[in-house]
C-alpha cells in the first residue's frame, strides 16, 4: 500500500518563526520520488522541489530546505524566518511505479503565517 | 507564456448538463494528468495519458471521458452532471511520467447547481 500522511492539518506562526512540516510515507518499493507542492490562496499548485528514493541528501534552497530520511520514512520541509507570504497549503506527494507515476498526495498542511 | 492553460476557470452548470474543460500544456511534455481537488483540498489522480495513450484510469464515474487529440492536449469532459462533481479539477504534464516533476494548471472550479 502507498500512503502519504501529513498529521499536521493547520499550523499557525508568527512572521520570522520557523516551521517545520512533517512527512511521512509508505511504500514497498525501493524506487520512488517524493515532492512537495505549495497551494496559495489563489489557488494554484506549485512545485517545490523532487527527490528520488536514492538520494538522501539534504536541500537547501533560500528560506527553504528539506530533510528526506529512509530509515524514518519521512520527507520533512522547514521554512526558516517565515514571511506572510508563504500563508498557503503544502502538499507532499509520492510517486512510483504503482502509482503509474501519478502524484500520491497527502492530505496538506494548512500554514498560516502572521505579522 | 502560460505553461499548462486550462479552460475555462470557473465553471457554474446545472445538474444533468454535459460540461467540457480543456487543457493545453506547450512545455513539450509527454504525459499528461487530470486531478481532482474536493472541497476538503484533497487531490487525486483521475486519468493520466502518454503520448496520447490512456495509462492510468482510477475508479472515475464513466461520466468521465477524457480525450487526447494530440501529444499537447488533454480534455475532459463530464456527462450528466451531478452535485458531487462540484471540484477543483486540476489538469498537469510532466516530461514523461517517469517520475519528473508534473507541472498543474489553475484548476477550474466546476459547481453544479
Known amino acids: 500500500a502507498q500512503k502519504v500522511t501529513q498529521a499536521q492539518t493547520e499550523i499557525s506562526v508568527v512572521e520570522k518563526e520557523d516551521v517545520t512540516l512533517d512527512c511521512v510515507y509508505e511504500?514497498?518499493?525501493?524506487?520512488?520520488?517524493l515532492f512537495w507542492y505549495k497551494q496559495p490562496p489563489s489557488g494554484e499548485l506549485v512545485f517545490l522541489i523532487r527527490r528520488n528514493s536514492f538520494d538522501e541528501q539534504n536541500e537547501i534552497s533560500g528560506r527553504y530546505s528539506w530533510n528526506f530520511q529512509k530509515s524514518t520514512s519521512s520527507f520533512n520541509f522547514t521554512i526558516t524566518a517565515s514571511q506572510v507570504v508563504d500563508s498557503a497549503v503544502y502538499f507532499c506527494a509520492l510517486m512510483n511505479s504503482n502509482s503509474g507515476y501519478a502524484l500520491n498526495f497527502g492530505k496538506g498542511t494548512s500554514l498560516l503565517v502572521t505579522p | 507564456d502560460t505553461a499548462v492553460s486550462q479552460t475555462p476557470k470557473y465553471l457554474v452548470t446545472q445538474m444533468g448538463n454535459d460540461k467540457s474543460i480543456k487543457c493545453e500544456q506547450n512545455?513539450?511534455?509527454?504525459?499528461m494528468y487530470w486531478y481532482k481537488q474536493d472541497s476538503k483540498k484533497f487531490l487525486k489522480i483521475m486519468f493520466s495519458y502518454n503520448n496520447k495513450e490512456l495509462i492510468i484510469n482510477e475508479t472515475v464515474p464513466n461520466r468521465f471521458s477524457p480525450k487526447s487529440p494530440d501529444k499537447a492536449h488533454l480534455n475532459l469532459h463530464i456527462n450528466s452532471l451531478e452535485l458531487g462533481d462540484s471540484a477543483v479539477y486540476f489538469c498537469a504534464s510532466s516530461q514523461d511520467g517517469g517520475g519528473t516533476e508534473a507541472f498543474f494548471g489553475q484548476g477550474t472550479r466546476l459547481t453544479v447547481v
Open positions: 512545455l513539450g511534455h509527454d504525459t
Open positions: 511504500t514497498r518499493d525501493t524506487t520512488y520520488y
